[in-house]
């Protein structure tokens, strides 16, 4: 059983950043693509940054030069360092993982909060 678990939020001041990181539990298992959603209050689960397990990444227009994706394949961890970050970042973060035999994972999410 694969288990993926956030780790990282917490309450920021405008301006500063956060690193949210998210293991995978379990075994026999490998990535395809690797990824990060946010929901905030009242608005539907959106991408952030999408990683792929050559490196590629894409992110939403939003957060381009703000934050980073990254990940560790050997480690199975998805990582994404949040800088300058502002009010309107803040929402429940969730990580998302494909499998090459197609299934979906998604983690329970960390809330990040920014107050001005």
């Known amino acids: 059983q694969v288990q993926l678990v956030e780790s990282g939020g917490g309450l920021v001041q405008a301006g500063g950043s956060l690193r949210l990181s998210c293991a995978a539990s379990?075994?026999?298992?490998?990535?395809?693509?690797m990824a990060w959603y946010r929901q905030a209050p009242g608005k539907q689960r959106e991408l952030v940054a999408a990683?792929?397990?050559?490196?590629?990444?894409n992110y939403r227009d939003s957060v381009k030069g703000r934050f980073t994706i990254s990940r560790d394949n050997a480690k199975n961890t998805v990582y994404l360092q949040m800088s300058s970050l502002k009010p309107e970042d803040t929402a429940v973060y969730y990580c998302?993982?494909?499998?090459?035999?197609?299934?979906?994972?998604w983690g329970k999410g960390t809330q990040v909060t920014v107050f001005s």
């Open positions: 998302y993982a494909n499998s090459y035999d197609e299934m979906n994972y």
């Open positions: 379990g075994s026999g298992f490998s990535f395809n693509s």
């Open positions: 990683i792929s397990s050559g490196g590629r990444t």
